[in-house]
């Protein structure tokens, strides 16, 4: 018999009146002849309520009992949500994380997924029942409450949609689909009719507020089609699924991250072991590094710097003050006054030209760019806080994203599950776990750095505009942030584009006072490959830890929801290349 998962969230069982209609359209839904399973959020802003009322007790509740308070929310909705369909006379039973067996570590308030069982789900299902499982929440080893994180009930959807082979996960909620970017922020946006899961995933990490990351990460692991749709109207919606919606489209959405902060650790000695050193000891109080921002040192000496949420940065900013003392680096700085604006798409893996268009906006809009990172699909700019909305609102017309792409509908779906059941199995025992898929070498790119960079609008967009204009494809761009008004941009093209490249970028360096410019023309870039691997924490510190322990430098890196890539020296690709699959070998 089919299964459907219906997911509410917070506005969509805000009042008793709505968990009445949510009650209606899952019976009509069951009524249909699907078996069907609820997963409920906390009624309207009740976890932000219950969040208030520690924070009246003290700034620092221990990491527990705020799991024990926040549960709680998800614990009334979904008793209510039995209620009321119960009373329109069909069968519903409610339970908790801890009843459903989901299993997770003990890490609290962002706890991961180990396991689900799902024996008693299948039981209630088979014997008529609406199940109704609370979100968000699960049980450690000890039988500790924790929680997912904020937005985790859509992990909690998805997970039991993967775990039951459920026919698709519908997300309710108070927005009629997935926008090019949140609406409330640009009315502008369109609503998107598909997106793939690699696209969400990027857009949701990089603060598409719409769905919870990990359950994207869920559902491309498992092939779960997920439906995000409104509570309120029937309109049909967004599927996620792993085709996008165009072929050919560069840019599929811009997101905004308001609230990060910046901290760099300045005048580190350049040598093998310094990112280890810094980031395993961020890692250990498990905070996901965002943008990281490692570019080629010189004289000896490079600056890192990296962005995390602004309410981790204190706790981050402590630990690199540590490793700065340690080893020997000349000073930490830091802003909490900064703003990601992020463009995503996977059309730009294959044309050339998107980050300058992207650039290019950015500065006609007078935004000066504080650091850049690109990954294969996505684009990450950093600018002040202040500026962010004008930000966002030059990059998502820069793309037209306001208008459908002419080739729409033309990609597919690709909904099917993929994987032998025997694959599947093997996958739901690590659930969240890490799950990497391969680690490449591609030893076909060069190196052009800028140094020296002044720190006004339009640099940027002038360097990749030239460059753009001579037909090379750029892969990977960095450009640091500026210590001493200054920054380093580098970049990768590929060989055989070099000369040409550096020719350019030594025009350009002059044409703007920059102090120099260095090249490397043979590199290798190595990625790791996987779900989740930058908020696995883990992952980067095994690969700092190796590289390390190899001797082998970093010259460049740069993150993404689904690939950690790093640049190093041409002569030392192969070495890198057997190092990481050593290190790597238990999770490939
Ligand atoms: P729920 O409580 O149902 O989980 P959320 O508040 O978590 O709802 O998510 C829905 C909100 O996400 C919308 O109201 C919208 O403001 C925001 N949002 C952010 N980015 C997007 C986007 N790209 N598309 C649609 N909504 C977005
Ligand atoms: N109630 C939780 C929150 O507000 C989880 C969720 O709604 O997804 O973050
Ligand atoms: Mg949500």
């Not at 998962?5 to 069982?13: C, E, L, M, N």
């Not at 490793?323 to 798409?345: H, I, M, P």
């Not at 962010?388 to 994203?401: D, E, G, K, Y």
């Amino acid at each position: 018999m089919s299964l459907i998962v219906q997911k509410f969230g917070g506005t969509s069982v805000a009042t008793p009146e709505k968990i009445m209609a949510a009650a209606r359209k899952a019976i009509r839904t069951q009524q249909q002849g699907h078996q069907v399973l609820m997963v409920v959020s906390a009624m309207g802003h009740e976890t932000d309520h219950l969040i208030e009322l520690a924070k009246q007790i003290t700034d620092s509740p221990s990491a527990r009992e705020m799991d024990m308070l926040l549960s709680t929310g998800e614990q009334v909705s979904c008793a209510l949500m039995a209620i009321a369909i119960q009373t329109l006379g069909s069968k519903a039973i409610s339970l908790t994380g801890a009843q459903i067996g989901i299993k997770t570590d003990s890490t609290f308030s962002k706890a991961r997924i180990k396991s689900i069982s799902t024996e008693r789900m299948r039981k209630s299902l088979d014997e008529g029942n609406i199940v109704i499982a609370a979100g968000f929440q699960g049980i450690d080893e000890e039988f500790n409450i924790t929680t997912l994180g904020r937005g985790g009930s859509d992990t909690t959807a998805v997970a039991l949609a993967a775990v039951l082979k459920a026919d698709t996960a519908e997300i309710y909620t108070d927005v009629d689909g997935v926008y090019t970017t949140d609406p409330r922020q640009l009315p502008e946006a369109r609503r998107v009719k598909q997106i793939s899961y690699d696209e969400m995933l990027e857009l949701a990490s990089l603060g598409a507020g719409v769905m919870h990351s990990r359950s994207i990460e869920f559902g491309k692991k498992f092939g779960v089609p997920i439906h995000v749709r409104s509570s309120f109207t029937d309109i049909p919606g967004t599927m996620i699924v792993a085709q996008p919606e165009a072929p050919n489209q560069a840019v599929c959405g811009a997101a905004l991250v308001k609230d990060e902060a910046r901290i760099t650790l300045e005048g580190a000695p350049d040598k093998p072991g310094i990112s280890h050193i810094l980031f395993s000891r961020i890692a250990a109080k498990k905070i996901a590094v965002d943008m990281i921002v490692q570019n080629v040192g010189a004289e000896g000496r490079a600056n890192i710097s990296f962005t995390v949420p602004t309410e981790e940065l204190a706790d981050a900013l402590a630990a690199t003050q540590e490793v700065a003392a340690e080893v020997g680096a000349q000073r930490v700085t830091s802003d909490d006054q900064v703003a990601k604006v992020s463009v995503v798409g996977l059309g730009m893996a294959q044309q050339t030209g998107v980050a300058k268009k992207l650039f290019r906006a950015l500065a006609d809009a007078g935004v000066n760019i504080q650091a850049i990172t690109t990954s294969e699909i996505k684009i990450s700019t950093l600018v002040s806080r202040e500026q962010a909305s004008i930000a966002l609102r030059a990059a998502h017309a820069a793309f037209t994203l306001e208008k459908e792409p002419a080739d729409a509908g033309k990609a597919g779906e690709g909904t099917e599950r993929h994987g032998t059941a025997a694959d599947i199995v093997r996958r739901l025992q690590g659930m969240e776990g890490l799950s990497i898929d391969e680690i490449t070498l591609d030893d076909s790119q060069a190196r052009v750095t800028l140094h020296g960079v002044s720190n006004k609008p339009g640099i940027a967009a002038q360097l990749f505009e030239e460059i753009s204009a001579a037909g090379i494809f750029v892969d990977m761009i960095v450009q640091s942030f500026g210590v001493a008004a200054a920054a380093t941009i580098s970049f990768t093209v590929p060989q055989k584009d070099f000369d040409k490249s550096l020719a350019t970028a030594k025009k350009i360096a002059e044409k703007m006072g920059c102090t120099g410019v260095t090249s490397s023309p043979k590199l290798a870039k190595l990625s790791v490959l996987g779900v989740g691997v930058r908020t696995n924490t883990s992952v980067a510190t095994r690969m700092f830890e190796s590289l390390s322990a190899a001797g082998i430098n970093l010259d460049m890196m740069s993150t993404s929801e689904v690939r950690l890539n790093i640049v190093v020296e041409g002569s030392q690709g192969k070495k890198a290349m057997e190092t990481l699959q050593k290190a790597f070998a238990d999770a490939l």
